[in-house]
């Protein structure tokens, strides 16, 4: 198993931020597929092969993932996708 731990900066409100972390979980779901909801301030996002969240806080978001053995290969791309909806969507 793989696994994904990114903290991204950012100088949003909560609300805004919230906002922000929802919008960029609508557009990872459209890509890969995922589901998600919250729990207080931490959005869980789960799919067949991937579980994880991303926890507000603030001034920043922490996202980490556990990926199953067969996206473990698609790790970097998928890391990477994660990393550019945080940077669009936290701007």
Sequence with gaps: MASIDICHSHDLSPAK????VEQ???K???KFG???RWEGDTLHFARSGVDG???LAPKQVQVTA??????SA???PIETEIRRALKEKLA
């Design 74 to 76: 698609m790790q970097g």
């Design 53 to 55: 969240r991303i926890a």
């Design 28 to 30: 990872l779901g459209e």
């Design 17 to 20: 931020a919230r906002k922000a």
């Design 24 to 26: 960029a979980a609508i």
């Design 34 to 36: 995922l589901d998600y």
């Design 66 to 71: 556990q990926l199953g053995f067969l996206l």
